[in-house]
Nanobody, 116 residues
Framework: QVQLVESGGGLVRPGGSLRLSCAAS????????MGWYRQAPGKERELVAV???????YYTDSVKGRFTISKNNANNTVYLQMNSLKPEDTAVYYC??????????WGQGTQVTVSS
């Protein structure tokens, strides 16, 4: 079993920044992707940014140039640096790890609210 614990959400004004952290623990297998998804009220959960394989990163178009995903392999933590935040970035952000063969783990989620 794998545990993913997110932290770093909160309330921020438009144009502000937040940094999310996701600490992974437990019996981890072969990881295919690890990263961040989000779900806004009334909308489906969407991919935000993930690592595919060891170091290849992918971002959804709406966050390119504003968000940066990074990781620290020594402490099994993935980060999401979010800059130039917009009200439409408001959502619950979830950490996700997908392992071979098709095992999917989710964190509990952390709320990000962008409002003046």
């Amino acid at each position: 079993q794998v545990q993913l614990v997110e932290s770093g959400g909160g309330l921020v004004r438009p144009g502000g920044s937040l940094r999310l952290s996701c600490a992974a623990s437990g019996n981890r297998g072969s990881i295919s992707t690890m990263g961040w998804y989000r779900q806004a009220p009334g909308k489906e959960r969407e991919l935000v940014a993930v690592f595919r394989g060891s170091d290849s990163s992918y971002y959804t178009d709406s966050v390119k140039g504003r968000f940066t995903i990074s990781k620290n392999n020594a402490n099994n933590t993935v980060y999401l640096q979010m800059n130039s935040l917009k009200p439409e970035d408001t959502a619950v952000y979830y950490c996700n790890e997908q392992e071979v063969p098709g095992i999917n783990y989710w964190g509990q989620g952390t709320q990000v609210t962008v409002s003046s």
